[in-house]
């Protein structure tokens, strides 16, 4: 279960990334917007300017002086109505331009042109000429009744009484014989604009919103999982010291017990005394030993050692581990055998750490393998590793508790552990050992036939071997 401080951590980190990720997809949105808005009126822009220069080729070919229509524009272009003529909307506008009905053009680009237009005019427009002194010549426009056309002025964007918006864009116009007539004002409708850009607007809105919904769900769950291994060593860190304070109760108990029975005494023998002061040692060496091993966990996961990993021979440290055990296991009646390469094996490690990893699998094996028994350690190699067998007699693990072996202060059978004076760290301080040098150990037992720990370490890299081999021929040499 939880405590509200991981609670509270997770839900702000889930308002963070909510938060940071909110404003990341709204600034997409409004990116997508302008993008959207750019290319919407780049487009209008060219559809105007097509317009335009379809009008230019159709009635160019008919202008001879500046500032006045000839009777071939007005062919060219049926609808055209002339300024001076005060044409009226019913009358004038009754046949806008019907490009398909003039003359032919030798370009073949026209086609293209009169497709452009005949997309173009099924919005509202108006068109109107201007001479170079600013007069209106003529005009025409769809629907015949548009009022933009009567505005004054020229203006770039314009509102009509109908609230309908229109964009005004001004192109040059020449005679047939490319001299200046005057001016193309080309006023289109820009409502189909906006409706488009309404209805993309609508659909961002929506799309945004339903964005941050989702990823406020994505946060709540991966801030869930992001707090998972802190949660997961919080629990960890409180059950160690809970275990430690465990631990460390008994021996300071007994520590406790024996000092006020000795200070109630009234008569205290040398005896007493003496026995007194055995159990304290006891207990005092215990806790020394159960204090060393704590700090040496906390070492391991906090340095693992790396930086102090040299070239070593496993060979030596088999051996110097007989040595150590081989009298132990001769009082505990147990037949310790060693079978070691002849080929000297290196690794790339804290030689004492390897050393204690092993020792402690080797202290375990004498403590639970009853008399006549006997201890294998082996020692081999692939092309890729080398193994650390240790193999014994002894009383075997259940199956249930394999999983378990390696966790701090485990122990299979709590009050044969406690008679022998374990703290139930040994396995873990060997698996972290192994950990930090980035090998594996694996455990195999069956009850009351034995187990067998192998512990596999990573071989020596072939060139610092090399290196090895040279610095042993040189000192032999100058010996």
């Known amino acids: 279960m939880q405590s509200k401080p991981f609670h509270l951590s997770r839900r702000r980190l889930a308002a963070w990334h909510t938060g940071v990720m909110t404003l990341i997809v709204v600034f997409c949105g409004l990116v997508i917007h302008r993008l959207v808005v750019h290319a919407r009126w780049l487009s209008l822009v060219g559809e105007v300017q097509e317009f335009a220069r379809a009008i230019e080729n159709q009635i160019e070919p008919t202008l001879k002086q500046p500032g006045v229509f000839e009777p071939a524009t007005y062919q060219q272009l049926p609808g055209l109505c002339a300024a001076s003529a005060n044409c009226s909307f019913d009358t004038a506008f009754s046949n806008p331009p019907n490009f398909s009905n003039r003359s032919p053009l030798p370009a073949a680009k026209e086609v293209a042109d009169i497709e452009v237009l005949a997309e173009l005019t099924e919005q509202p427009y108006c068109v109107r000429f201007w001479t170079d002194s600013k007069q209106i010549v003529g005009y025409f426009s769809v629907p015949t009744d548009n009022p933009v056309c009567r505005e004054p002025g020229f203006w770039q964007t314009r ?28 006023m289109r409708s820009i409502g189909d604009l906006d409706r488009y850009l309404l209805s993309v607007e609508i659909a ?24 998972r291994p802190v949660t997961h060593s919080y629990q960890q ?7 430690a304070a465990h631990e460390l109760r008994t021996p300071l108990a007994a520590l406790q017990a024996i000092v006020q029975t000795a200070l109630r005494s009234d008569h205290l023998t040398l005896a007493d005394s003496r026995e007194a002061l055995q159990i304290l040692n006891r207990q005092s060496h215990r806790l020394t030993k159960l204090v060393q091993d704590l700090l040496m ?69 004498i403590q ?44 299979v059978d709590q009050e044969r552990s406690r008679q022998k004076g374990g703290t139930g760290l040994g396995l873990a301080i060997t698996w972290s050992i192994v950990q930090a040098h980035r090998g594996t150990i694996r455990v195999e037992s069956q009850l009351n036939q034995g187990s067998v ?21 040189s000192k032999g040499h100058q010996s």
């Open 159 to 186: 509102k009509d009484s109908r609230g309908e918006y229109y964009h005004s864009s001004y192109f040059p116009l020449r005679t047939n014989s490319g001299d200046t007539w005057g001016s193309i004002q080309i």
């Open 204 to 227: 961002l809105v929506f799309l945004t919103l339903a964005a941050i919904g989702l990823i406020g769900f994505a946060s709540w769950w991966l801030a869930g999982l992001a707090m």
């Open 237 to 243: 860190m409180q059950q160690f010291t809970a275990d």
């Open 297 to 365: 966990l906390s070492q391991m996961e906090q340095h693992g050692y790396t930086n102090s990993f040299a070239p070593c021979c496993l060979n030596e440290t088999i051996t110097d581990l007989i040595d150590e055990f081989e009298a132990l296991a001769m009082a505990a009646e147990i037949k310790l055998i060693a079978e070691v390469n002849t080929a000297e094996i290196y690794v790339s490690g804290n030689a004492e750490q390897i050393y204690r990893a092993v020792a402690n699998l080797l202290s375990n094996a």
């Open 368 to 411: 639970y393998t009853p008399a006549k028994g006997q201890i294998t350690i082996q020692l081999t190699a692939d092309p890729s590793h080398a193994a650390i067998c240790v193999k014994d007699t002894g009383i075997g693990i259940p199956a249930a508790a394999l999983p378990h072996l390696f966790n701090r202060f485990y122990r």
């Open 453 to 473: 720990f192998t512990i596999s370490l990573p071989l020596l890299s072939a060139q610092s071997r090399q290196a090895i081999d040279r610095a042993s021929q």
